[in-house]
T-cell receptor
Framework: AQSVTQLGSHVSVSEGALVLLRCNYSSSVPPYLFWYVQYPNQGLQLLLK??????LVKGINGFEAEFKKSETSFHLTKPSAHMSDAAEYFC?????????????FGTGTKLQVIP | IAGITQAPTSQILAAGRRMTLRCTQDMRHNAMYWYRQDLGLGLRLIHYSNTAGTTGKGEVPDGYSVSRANTDDFPLTLASAVPSQTSVYFCASSDQAGRANEQFFGPGTRLTVL
């Protein structure tokens, strides 16, 4: 069984400040991990993913995440927040289960960027 | 390229009525999914289809049915709507059903059952 925990349902940062969104996972197999972003009244879109290889993964819009097996974490960061980063962010873990791609999503973190 | 389209955008429905949510993708993806999104619960999988002609049950399938007559369309039907089915529904697709695949999401349908 797999699970995802996102610490903090709401995070506020000032424009230009570091963004850090936390994600911890549980998986019985080596995890495939994703971060998705959801802008208001839109569907989710992929920011980045980790499958194998380099543990520091770069995504779109200046975001990156580091897979840390020892900490079972996959935190999302961005050095300098922009107003356009205000959205809800979902961490997810994927496995092949019962013949389909089972993606378990976290409950989401809403990012507010303060001017 | 539209990606995934969903219709309607929103709907208010009386309890007991039948409703079909439509989903169409133009990416020729093999796998398609229906999720519901509820506050504080994230996204939960209702039904999936790995390829045209096949479907399967996800985490919360009760009260819903799907069909996959062709590659592009994946409608979700509520046979007799109940208030607990009030939610935002997202259709998604991926090239294959492997666990490394990115899922592409539609814009969602906001459904209110009274």
């Amino acid at each position: 069984a797999q699970s995802v925990t996102q610490l903090g349902s709401h995070v506020s940062v000032s424009e230009g400040a570091l963004v850090l969104l936390r994600c911890n996972y549980s998986s019985s197999v080596p995890p495939y991990l994703f971060w998705y972003v959801q802008y208001p009244n839109q569907g989710l879109q992929l920011l980045l993913k980790y499958t194998t290889g380099a543990t520091l993964v770069k995504g779109i819009n200046g975001f990156e995440a580091e897979f840390k097996k020892s900490e079972t974490s996959f935190h999302l960061t961005k050095p300098s927040a922009h107003m356009s980063d205000a959205a809800e962010y979902f961490c997810a873990v994927s496995e092949r289960s019962g013949g389909y791609q089972k993606v378990t999503f976290g409950t989401g973190t809403k990012l507010q960027v303060i001017p | 390229i539209a990606g995934i389209t969903q219709a309607p955008t929103s709907q208010i429905l009386a309890a007991g009525r039948r409703m079909t949510l439509r989903c169409t993708q133009d990416m020729r993806h093999n796998a398609m999914y229906w999720y519901r999104q509820d506050l504080g619960l994230g996204l939960r999988l209702i039904h999936y289809s790995n390829t045209a002609g096949t479907t399967g049950k996800g985490e919360v399938p009760d009260g819903y049915s799907v069909s996959r007559a062709n590659t592009d369309d994946f409608p979700l039907t509520l046979a007799s709507a109940v208030p607990s089915q009030t939610s935002v529904y997202f259709c998604a697709s991926s090239d294959q059903a492997g666990r490394a695949n990115e899922q592409f999401f539609g814009p969602g349908t906001r459904l209110t059952v009274l």
